[in-house]
């Protein structure tokens, strides 16, 4: 069947008419917003076959059903997207491992960065607690360790002034009180 066989006008005219008449049911049943749609679409074979554009729109539709059909019953179109999937596969997996291997890059740098920026505990800091007369005598120093601070200990009662900020210690912990009074917990 080629373009030339079939009656166009005649096929047009009625697609229009029934599209007009379920436009009409649409009207009734579900408003007006929908029958005016059905009546646009309806109206649109005839514009179609007024402005010459049938024989366009059926090389489009023909080469399009080709292409299907080809792509449908050809061993080679089904052999080269199965290339195609493999391929998508591949760059998925990839981009995973790379991912992987960045990750592990970043936590391994970032272990031997923060290792040689953290002081070292091996002995406690010592002064001298008595000496001989200034500089006289060769003899041995006593020595005395001096008072450490332990993170997180606690301030003095009274060492805050009302209104005065926390010290730097409790900051951590405001944060995550924070946190739990909005959920209620706290």
């Known amino acids: 069947m080629t373009f030339a066989d079939i009656p166009w006008l005649a096929l047009c005219a009625g697609l229009t008419g029934v599209g007009l008449v379920l436009s009409f049911l649409m009207l009734r049943r579900r408003g007006a917003a929908a029958g005016l749609r059905m009546a646009a679409w309806s109206l649109l074979p005839t514009a179609a076959y007024l402005t010459d554009a049938l024989p366009t729109l059926w090389d489009i539709g023909t080469a399009v059903t080709g292409f299907v059909a080809g792509l449908v019953f050809n061993p080679k179109v089904w052999a080269g ?106």
């Open 81 to 186: 997207v199965a290339v195609a999937g493999l391929s998508v596969v591949l760059f998925l997996v990839s981009g995973v491992l790379r991912a992987r291997r960045l990750a592990s890059a970043r936590a391994v740098t970032s272990a031997t960065s923060a290792a040689p920026t953290a002081p070292a505990t091996s002995a406690a800091p010592t002064a001298p607690a008595a000496r001989g007369a200034a500089g006289q005598g060769a003899g041995t120093t006593v020595t005395q360790p001096l008072p450490q601070r332990t993170p997180g200990a606690a301030p003095k009662p009274g060492a805050l002034k009302p209104g005065a900020r926390k010290p730097a210690d409790d900051d951590d912990f405001s944060d995550i009180e924070a946190i739990l009074k909005r959920r209620g917990i706290g």
